[in-house]
DNA sequence: ATCAGTTACTATGAATTTAGTAGTAAGTCA
DNA sequence: TGACTTACTACTAAATTCATAGTAACTGAT
C-alpha cells in the first residue's frame, strides 16, 4: 500500500526535477551529485573503463555501477563492447557528455578562485601553452555572466 | 567512540574531496549536491528566508537547516539579522555566492541544449533584452571550452 | 487578555541511499 | 592447473534523507 502511494507520488511529484520549467533543476537531476560530476570529469581526462573508475574515485562497485548506468540511460555515456571474449564493455563520452566540459570548468574557475591554493591541478591550452581561465560570457552581449542586470521568465 | 572514530576519519580521509588537488572535487565538496545548487538557485533570483527556500523548494526543513548552515560554513552565504524582536535571521549571498552564477547558467545552457523542450525559465538581459545565451571560453585565447586540446598538469 | 497567525526552526522515527566487503562469471596467460 | 584480470552482483551495515509534528518567540486583531 505504502509502495503503491510512493510509486504513485514519484511520477507525478512537482518536485520530480526532470520536469521542471527550469533547465538547471532539469540537469540536475541527471548530474546533481558529487559522483556523477567526478565520473564525467573522468571520462573528459579519458577514462573509459569500469576499473579505472572504480580506482580513480575510490567509489563503491555497486554505486559506481549505479551512476554509469544513469549516465548511460540519461546520453551522457555510451556503453560499447571493446571485447567479445571475455565480453567487456566501455563507457565513453555521447556528444552531450562532451557538452559538460564548460560546466565542470566553470566549477573549476570557482574553486580556483575561493578554494585554491596548495597544490593544485592546473589546466594549459595545448596550443598556445597558457593557463586555461575560464569565463562564462553571454554570446550575445559578449558580458561575463553577472556583470549585468538579468531578467527572467517564467513559461506560461 | 564511533563519533571521535567518524570525526578523525574525516579528516584525514583520502577521499575528503576538500583535500584534493583537483578544483573541481574542492568545488563538489561544499556544492555536490542537487539541493545546495538549488538553493545557490533561489538565492540568486532573491530568496533570502527559510521559509521561501521551503516553500520553494518544498525541502524538508530538516535538510534546509543542514544545507544552509553548511553554505554559510563555506561562505556562500552569510547569516543576516533582520529583526531582533522576534530575532530573525535571513542568508544572503557572499562574494563567493555570488561567483557562483556562472556555473548556474553553464548547467543551465547545458540543459537548454540536452533538456530543453516544453516549457522552460528563460533569462535575457536587461538592457539589451536579448536572451542570454551562456558560453565558457578561455579568457586568454577567446576559445570556448572543449573547442581545443588541454593539457592537464598534476601538482608535485 | 486571548487567540489565530507568522517565521524559523528542532525532534523524531521511518524510508531510502550509500558504503564496504566479499564473491562470482567469463575469460586469459604461463 | 592455477594465478590473474575485468566487470560486475550480493549482502549487510551505516549514514542520510524524508515527512510530519511540535516548539519558541513573537505580532496583530478581536
Not at 38 to 60: C, N, V
Not at 85 to 108: K, S
Not at 110 to 123: A, E, L
Request: proline fraction near 5%; charged fraction near 25%.
Amino acid at each position: 500500500m505504502n509502495l503503491v502511494v510512493s510509486h504513485y507520488q514519484k511520477d507525478i511529484d512537482m518536485k520530480n526535477l526532470s520536469n521542471q520549467p527550469c533547465l538547471i533543476a532539469r540537469s540536475l537531476a541527471l548530474v546533481g551529485d558529487a559522483w556523477s560530476m567526478l565520473i564525467m570529469r573522468d571520462a573528459h581526462t579519458g577514462l573509459t573503463r569500469f576499473d579505472e573508475f572504480r580506482k580513480s574515485l575510490q567509489i563503491a562497485p555497486t554505486m559506481l555501477t549505479a551512476r554509469l548506468s544513469a549516465l548511460t540511460e540519461d546520453g551522457l555515456l555510451e556503453k560499447r563492447r571493446y571485447s567479445d571474449r571475455p565480453p567487456r564493455d566501455e563507457y565513453v563520452l555521447t556528444e552531450a557528455g562532451r557538452d559538460f566540459l564548460p560546466v565542470l570548468f566553470a566549477i573549476g574557475a570557482w574553486g580556483r578562485k575561493h578554494r585554491g591554493g596548495g597544490d593544485v591541478t592546473r589546466f594549459f591550452d595545448a596550443e598556445t601553452g597558457t593557463e586555461i581561465d575560464p569565463v562564462t560570457i553571454d554570446r550575445e552581449t559578449g558580458a561575463p555572466v553577472g556583470t549585468r542586470a538579468i531578467r527572467t521568465v517564467l513559461p506560461g
